[in-house]
C-alpha cells in the first residue's frame, strides 16, 4: 500500500505519516514536505524516483505524471486497469493527503503583485486531488488536517468504510472549487466604480462563490432553523472573523445584527472628522440610535436617547476603541453584543461583569465585490450600494434654503437612511437620529411613526427619506411631527404638488438625484 503526502500545510503531518507507517503504507513526498518527513527520521520515497522525472520548472511540474495519475486513477475491480497500470510499471496509491498552495492568503497582502499571486495557483495539487477523489472508491483523499485522528483509528482497525471515503472525496472537491472560486474572482478584479453601461464582467455566465466555515450557532434566525456562519476567503476582517473577548457564544441573530451595528458606525467618514465617534445602536438589523460626537460617552447617550425603549436588549456598536468613561456610561443598560475595534482594559473589564453580554473585537474589511440574495430557484447578485455622494451636489427646491446646521444634519441623516430598511424614514437632528420609520408598505406611515418615535424631540428636525415621496401626504405627516427640512431623491410623477406642500407648510426641500432602497 501506498500513501502520497504532499500538503501545503502540514500541520499534525509527521504524526500522522508515522500513524501511515505503522499500518503498512510505504511513504511518497514531494520537495519540502519529503525533506521535513526525512528529518523526522521517516522513510520516505521521493516522487522524482517513481516518475523518472526530476521536477522542473522551479517546482511546477512534480506529481503531473502517468505513474502518478495510473496509481490514482486505476480502478482496482478493472482487470484491464490492473492489466495495462502492470504493462507500464504503475503501482496503485490508496491514500493521498494534500491541501493547495495559500492563494488567498498571498492576496490578502496589499502589497502583493500579480505575479505573486500566479506563483501561488497550485497545479498538481488540484490535478492530484481530483484525481484521487474521483476514484474514492480505491483512494482515500484527506485534505483536512482535522482528519487525520478518526481517519488514523480507522486504518489502525478495519479500513475507512466507503461512505466515509465518499464524503472525504465532496469535501476534496468542495475545497478545490473554492481555490478556483478564489482566483477567479481575483483574475476577475474588484473594480466596481467603471461607469460603462457594460457591467457582464463583474457578471459571469457561470458564478460561484467560496466560503469558509468559521462557526455553528445554535440555531439560525429561529430555533427550528439550523445554521451557519461562513467567512470570505482571503478576508480577516469583519463581523464573522470578529474576536469575541467575553460572553457566551454569538447567536446567528447576533452575527447580523452585530453586522448592522458595525456597518452603521463606520458608515460615516465623509462627514465625520478623524476626532469624531459614532455610535450605533441596533435592533432587528436597524439602527434605533445613531450619533456623532468629539466624545465617544456623549456619542453614546446621543445614540441612546434617540430611542432607549428599543435599545434594551440591542446591539451596540462603535467606530472608535470604546474608553472605560463610555463603559460607565453604559452601566445599567442591557446589550446583547459590544462591537468596536477596540477596547481599553478598564472598559473591557466593566463588561465583564456582565455574564451573557457578548463582547468582539472587529477589525476593517474590505467592501464585497458582489452581494448575494436567496431567492427560489438561485440568487440575486448585485453591486454593493457604495456611491460617492455631497451635499453641494444636491439642488435646493422648496423657495427657503437650509441653513448651513441643517445642511450639517441633513447630510447626517441621508447617511442615516441608507442604513434603515425601506420604506426609510429618518429624523435627525445636531448629528443625532431622533426617530425613524422603517419596513413600512407606505412612505406616509413611515413618516408617522418616525415622527412619533421622536416625540417632543421632533421639532427642528430635518427628515430624510430613501426614496421620493408619490404624495404630499408624507410632507404634511412630517410638518405635523414638527420637522423643518426635508432631504429625498426626487424623481416622483407627482413633484410638483410635493413641492407645493413644502412651501405652503414652510419647510426646506433638498433633492439629492440618488435613491438609496434597502430591501
Not at 284 to 308: M, R
Not at 332 to 352: C, K, Q
Not at 483 to 493: L, N, Y
Request: hydrophobic fraction near 40%.
Amino acid at each position: 500500500m501506498r500513501a502520497l503526502l504532499s500538503p501545503y500545510d502540514k500541520t499534525g503531518l509527521v504524526e500522522f505519516a508515522r500513524v501511515l507507517t505503522s499500518a503498512g503504507f510505504e511513504l511518497l513526498s514531494t520537495g519540502g514536505t519529503a525533506a521535513m518527513l526525512k528529518n523526522a527520521g521517516l522513510e520516505i520515497l521521493e516522487v522524482a524516483s517513481v516518475t523518472g522525472e526530476p521536477e522542473i520548472l522551479d517546482g511546477r511540474v512534480k506529481t503531473l505524471h502517468p505513474r502518478i495519475h495510473g496509481g490514482l486513477l486505476g480502478k482496482r475491480n478493472n482487470p484491464e486497469h490492473i492489466s495495462e497500470m502492470q504493462e507500464h510499471g504503475i503501482e496503485g496509491i490508496d491514500v493521498v493527503v494534500n491541501n493547495l498552495y495559500p492563494f488567498q492568503q498571498v492576496i490578502a497582502n496589499p502589497d502583493a503583485t500579480l505575479d505573486d499571486a500566479l506563483e501561488n495557483i497550485d497545479i498538481g495539487g488540484p490535478a492530484m486531488t481530483r484525481a484521487a477523489a474521483k476514484n474514492f472508491q480505491d483512494v482515500v483523499i484527506i485534505v483536512d488536517p482535522s482528519d487525520y485522528i478518526e481517519i488514523g483509528n480507522m486504518l489502525a482497525a478495519e479500513g475507512v468504510p466507503l461512505e466515509f471515503r465518499r464524503r472525504l472525496a465532496a469535501k476534496a472537491f468542495q475545497h478545490i472549487a473554492v481555490y478556483d472560486t478564489v482566483i477567479s474572482a481575483y483574475l476577475r478584479g474588484n473594480d466596481t466604480s467603471s461607469e460603462d453601461e457594460d457591467k457582464s464582467s463583474f457578471f459571469p455566465e457561470e458564478l460561484t462563490f467560496g466560503w469558509n466555515r468559521v462557526a455553528i450557532p445554535r440555531y439560525g434566525e429561529n430555533p427550528h432553523q439550523a445554521g451557519g456562519i461562513y467567512a470570505t476567503p482571503g478576508e480577516m476582517g469583519g463581523i464573522v472573523n470578529a474576536k469575541q473577548l467575553h460572553g457566551i457564544d454569538m447567536s446567528y441573530l447576533n452575527y447580523f445584527d452585530a453586522d448592522a451595528a458595525w456597518v452603521s458606525a463606520n458608515s460615516f467618514s465623509l462627514i465625520a472628522s478623524e476626532q469624531e465617534h459614532c455610535v450605533s445602536i441596533v435592533k432587528h438589523a436597524n439602527p434605533c440610535g445613531l450619533a456623532i460626537d468629539g466624545d465617544q460617552s456623549e456619542a453614546y447617550l446621543k445614540a441612546l436617547a434617540g430611542d432607549p425603549v428599543s435599545a434594551f436588549g440591542g446591539i451596540v456598536g462603535f467606530n472608535s476603541k470604546v474608553t472605560v468613561e463610555t463603559a460607565e456610561a453604559m452601566v445599567g443598560t442591557l446589550f446583547d453584543v459590544i462591537v468596536a475595534p477596540g477596547f481599553e482594559h478598564e472598559a473591557l473589564e466593566i463588561f465583564r461583569r456582565r455574564k451573557r453580554t457578548r463582547v468582539i473585537e472587529v477589525r476593517p474589511s474590505s467592501v464585497p465585490l458582489l452581494t448575494v440574495r436567496n431567492v427560489t430557484g438561485g440568487v440575486l447578485v448585485q453591486q454593493p450600494d457604495e456611491i460617492s455622494e455631497n451635499v453641494t451636489s444636491w439642488t435646493v427646491v422648496s423657495k427657503k434654503s437650509p441653513t448651513d446646521d441643517q445642511l450639517r444634519d441633513m447630510a447626517f441623516a441621508w447617511k442615516a437612511c441608507q442604513l434603515v430598511h425601506s420604506n426609510a424614514i429618518v429624523f435627525a437632528k445636531d448629528f443625532a437620529l431622533q426617530g425613524m420609520g422603517a419596513g413600512q408598505p407606505n412612505r406616509a406611515i413611515s413618516v408617522y411613526l418616525a415622527g412619533r418615535s421622536a416625540g417632543e424631540n421632533a421639532k427642528g428636525c430635518v427628515m430624510a427619506s430613501d426614496a421620493f415621496f408619490p404624495f404630499p401626504d408624507g410632507i404634511e405627516n412630517a410638518a405635523n411631527a414638527g420637522a423643518e427640512a426635508i432631504v429625498q431623491p426626487g424623481g416622483s410623477v407627482k413633484d410638483s404638488e410635493v413641492i407645493a406642500a413644502a412651501d405652503r407648510l414652510g419647510l426646506v426641500m433638498l433633492f439629492t438625484g440618488t435613491r438609496h432602497f434597502y430591501h
